[in-house]
């Protein structure tokens, strides 16, 4: 992806994953990498199931690699 297409989501405190309207992840910020423990590059073109939203808002919990757990509230919305 070039730079000139990013959405400047790295300053965000929040956990930001872009997803694209067929589901695979577009851009996320250092916080979504941290909580997913992936880099961007190996997120980019995925579409994990977690990540799906029914209604305004869906609360999950992910179990990650390391065994541990993490609850995330993931909202949905479009960029304009």
């Known amino acids: 992806m070039s730079e000139k297409s990013r959405i400047p989501v ?6 930001i994953a872009l ?3 067929d ?7 250092p916080v979504a ?4 423990m992936q880099p961007e590059e190996d997120l980019a073109g995925t579409a994990p ?3 799906g939203v ?4 869906t609360e999950v919990e992910l179990i990650r690699s390391s065994n541990d ?4 509230n993931i909202c949905a919305g479009t960029l304009t």
């Open 10 to 15: 790295e300053w965000i405190a929040g956990v």
């Open 19 to 21: 997803v694209k309207s």
């Open 23 to 29: 589901g695979s992840i577009w851009q996320v910020n």
């Open 33 to 36: 990498e941290r909580l997913l």
């Open 49 to 51: 199931r977690y990540l």
């Open 54 to 57: 029914s209604g305004p808002s």
């Open 69 to 72: 757990h993490a609850f995330v």
